[in-house]
Every structure is written in structure tokens, then in C-alpha cells.
């Protein structure tokens, strides 16, 4: 439960600096590719967390 919990928390974060970045950034069209693409690692890092919890 605690690594499921460490996992939100990074996804808390790193969508959290995702979307300041956006929204500091003048032209909306050069960070959106970012935001993605943090989301994207942030799940698949949650995704390896849940996995090597079941697995162990």
C-alpha cells in the first residue's frame, strides 16, 4: 500500500509541475507535448510500482 500510495504522490507532483509549466509558459501549443509526455512517465512509473507489488 505504500508504494501505491509513494506512486499517486509522484503523479500528484509531477502533474502539478506539468500544468505550472503550461500555464507559466506564454505559447500553450510548446508545452502541451510536455505535460503529455510527464503524464505518460508518471503512469507508466505507477504502472511498474503496481506491477512489482503483485508480483512480489
Known sequence: M?????ALVALLTMTL???GGWAA???TQAQ???FWG????VLGFATLVVLRRRRA
Not at 2 to 6: E, N, T, Y
Not at 38 to 41: E, G, M, Q, R, Y
Open 17 to 19: 509541475l506539468s500544468i
Open 32 to 34: 502541451l507535448p510536455n
Open 2 to 6: 505504500f508504494f501505491v500510495f509513494r
Open 38 to 41: 510527464a503524464s505518460l512517465v
Open 25 to 27: 509558459e506564454p505559447s
